[in-house]
């Protein structure tokens, strides 16, 4: 049976995690992952002001997905991960270990990882180049063969993510890192492989943790990892490695501490709901002034959210894995958000938040400390007729008593996060909403028209072939 993630509730209390059975290894399974969508890009149609109601599914989270899909390169034999979100990113993931030699096989929701066949240690470039994921696996390549060849990594447009961080911690694990032609080339110092080390990172950076998680699994020795990144999905990728055959301690502290193995064992693993999603449909909720529940959730993970909606006026109330969202007022008060790393207000809920403060009373303030260029959505929101200010990372939103309604305008999504707070903010825009550039929410979101549409939105998807 699958074993699925159980969060932390003291993200202050370091974790010990035991070492696993493992599961018998498969074989014999078909590369070719689905078809990525058809272009040019498609276009979704909103027609606002419906009231939302009734449960929404939410599916497997994106970001857990591509951390444990790389993962699946540090074991021998198969992996089975189920509860895998099919989406463009994840799709793109499974090319990108296809293109070093790995068997993959999805069924629905689950995909069968073997990675026995790997004969490349350099990943095709355009695939990486595609996706910010693409590039974790320059930590499994290294901790298990001792060199990886891999491009800089792509994703959304929204500020600088160097790889600075990754290649100091490679070089304290016994890596000899180059960055060349666009390129990191990387190798074991001493022609064996990886050896304990001692690293902190300059900042609590998810995918940098995450790579090096990876890579000291499989190093000679001690790791002691230290300022790392503290999100539920880094408790996600502990729990998988350590089915694997990993072994750590720490997890859910700003330390862990890996022993490294000589051998990891493909396993199954059941990924968390994604966190993010839920966010978004609990916010989707509130902007329509509707009642909706959603399962599976974990509210622990998204307490910095739910403090702030209740301030607004939200009636949110949780059971078992069970959350539901009532916002029947048509008046909420606005509220300040500053994004931070975990346990501090997910970035990732930034534009989406904003699309809300746009209809609630009073003035908010939104500032982004994580990414320095993720106001691109402000310009679209704008067009729906919210009312915003931006100097640097910080906006102003000033909200109804100003006199500001939402109503329909062609928009367009630059990234994943911001094109679906357009979408948040079609549906409670007054009259049609066409936005453009749905290849981006589609990187993230799985099925999310159909999900709008069972709560009753009228919405439309536009596919052209």
């Known amino acids: 049976m699958a074993s699925y993630f159980n969060p932390n509730p003291n993200p202050n209390t370091s974790l010990i995690l035991p070492i696993p059975q493992h599961t018998k290894p498969q074989?014999?399974?078909?590369?070719?992952?689905?078809?990525?969508?058809?272009?040019?890009?498609?276009?979704l149609v909103i027609t606002?002001?419906?009231k939302l109601s009734g449960h929404v599914p939410i599916s497997g989270s994106k970001n857990s997905a591509l951390a444990v899909l790389a993962a699946t390169l540090c074991c021998s034999g198969s992996s089975k991960l189920?509860?895998?979100?099919?989406?463009?990113?994840?799709?793109?993931?499974?090319?990108?270990?296809?293109?070093?030699?790995?068997?993959?096989?999805?069924?629905?929701n689950d995909v069968v990882v073997n990675s026995d066949l790997v004969g490349s240690v350099e990943p095709d470039a355009a695939l990486v180049g595609d996706i910010r994921g693409g590039f974790f696996v320059v930590g499994p390549l290294l901790g298990r063969f001792g060199e990886a060849v891999v491009a800089l990594p792509g994703g959304c447009d929204i500020g600088a993510r160097p790889v600075d961080i990754y290649v100091r911690g490679l070089r304290a694990l016994g890596a000899v890192v180059e960055v060349r032609e666009n390129k990191v080339v990387a190798h074991a110092a001493n022609g064996r492989g990886l050896v304990g080390g001692k690293f902190r990172l300059d900042y609590p950076s998810v995918g940098a943790t995450e790579?090096?998680?990876?890579?000291?699994?499989?190093?000679?020795?001690?790791?002691?990892?230290s300022n790392v990144a503290r999100e539920p999905e880094i408790y996600d990728l502990a729990c998988f490695?350590?089915?694997?055959?990993?072994?750590?301690?720490?997890?859910?502290?700003?330390?862990?501490?890996?022993?490294?193995?000589?051998?990891?064992?493909?396993?199954?693993?059941?990924?968390?709901p994604d966190r993010i999603e839920t966010g978004t449909f609990i916010l989707a909720a509130a902007i329509t002034r509707s009642s909706i529940s959603l399962s599976p959730v974990f509210p622990n993970s998204l307490s910095s959210l739910i403090d702030k909606l209740l301030y607004a006026g939200c009636k949110i109330t949780h059971s078992h894995d069970t959350l539901e969202l009532s916002s029947s007022k048509e008046e909420l008060r606005g509220f300040d958000i500053r994004t931070l790393p975990y346990p501090g207000f997910p970035t990732d809920?930034?534009?989406?938040?904003?699309?809300?403060?746009?209809?609630?009373?009073?003035?908010?303030?939104?500032?982004?400390?994580?990414?320095?260029?993720r106001m691109t959505h402000v310009k679209e929101l704008e067009k729906l007729g919210a009312k915003i200010q931006v100097c640097g990372s910080t906006a102003l939103i000033y909200g109804q008593e100003k006199g500001n309604k939402l109503s329909g305008a062609r928009v367009v999504a630059a990234d994943l996060r911001g094109?679906?707070?357009?979408?948040?903010?079609?549906?409670?825009?007054?009259?049609?909403?066409?936005?453009?550039?749905?290849s981006h929410i589609d990187r993230g979101y799985e099925n999310l028209e159909t999900k709008l549409k069972l709560l009753g939105a009228h919405v439309k998807r536009l596919d052209f072939i």
């Open 211 to 225: 790579t090096l998680m990876m890579a000291a699994c499989l190093a000679e020795g001690k790791t002691l990892l």
């Open 27 to 43: 074989t014999n399974f078909p590369q070719k992952p689905p078809p990525l969508p058809a272009d040019p890009d498609p276009k």
């Open 241 to 272: 490695l350590t089915k694997s055959g990993a072994r750590m301690e720490g997890v859910g502290s700003d330390k862990i501490c890996i022993y490294g193995k000589n051998r990891l064992l493909g396993t199954e693993y059941g990924l968390m």
């Open 419 to 438: 094109g679906v707070s357009l979408v948040l903010a079609g549906l409670a825009a007054e009259g049609i909403t066409e936005i453009n550039g749905l």
């Open 82 to 108: 189920t509860n895998v979100p099919n989406l463009s990113d994840t799709r793109t993931m499974a090319s990108i270990l296809g293109s070093l030699g790995a068997q993959i096989e999805f069924s629905g």
């Open 349 to 373: 809920l930034q534009p989406q938040t904003m699309a809300l403060l746009s209809t609630c009373n009073g003035l908010s303030i939104v500032q982004e400390s994580v990414f320095e260029n």
């Open 48 to 50: 606002g002001g419906a």
